[in-house]
């Protein structure tokens, strides 16, 4: 079973009733409708945890799921936005941020940077990254879906309220297909 709230002023998008979610799922629907968004926030009873469950859920191309990696580099966290059929690239990461290495975080500090558990994160609000990078390969679509604060949520907006909310920096975040 499928669960939504709509929020933004167009009618294909605006709704007057919204059920309850859990905290951070609330905190990022909140964020989206003072951000002035067009779109939605959805719940699927079976979860979404990995990118091609939540592409398969919400009927979407894999390209057009946004992963939220956090990143820790040379000790601050970066969040790094890139499309669900793809890899983060941590060289290309650490060249953007202009820090030695990169790696992917640890829960803990996913948890303390962000607000929100790992595999729930969304790009935003986020009270401790001090960056956000965005693929441009998640620029093409009409709509993205991004984790919306749980498992089980997710939300979709436009690329360009993606990146004016999230103040993300474009950037060729991917790996090279191997």
Known sequence: MRHSAHFGTSSKYASS????WPEPVERVAAFLRQGGVEGRVEEFEAGTPTAEDAARAVGCKLGQIVKSLVFDC???????LVPGDHRADSTKVARAAGCRRAKIAGADQVRDA???E???VAPFPLPKVTRVFVDRQLLVHER????AGSPSHMATLSPTDLVRLSKAEQM???AEAA
Do not use: H, K, N
Request: a negative charge; aromatic letters at 8%; proline letters at 12%.
């Open 74 to 80: 040379d000790g601050s966290p970066v969040l790094v």
């Open 118 to 120: 790992p595999g729930a």
């Open 144 to 147: 993205v879906w991004i984790g």
């Open 114 to 116: 962000t607000g929100f």
């Open 172 to 174: 060729d975040a991917v």
């Open 17 to 20: 009733v919204e059920p309850r």
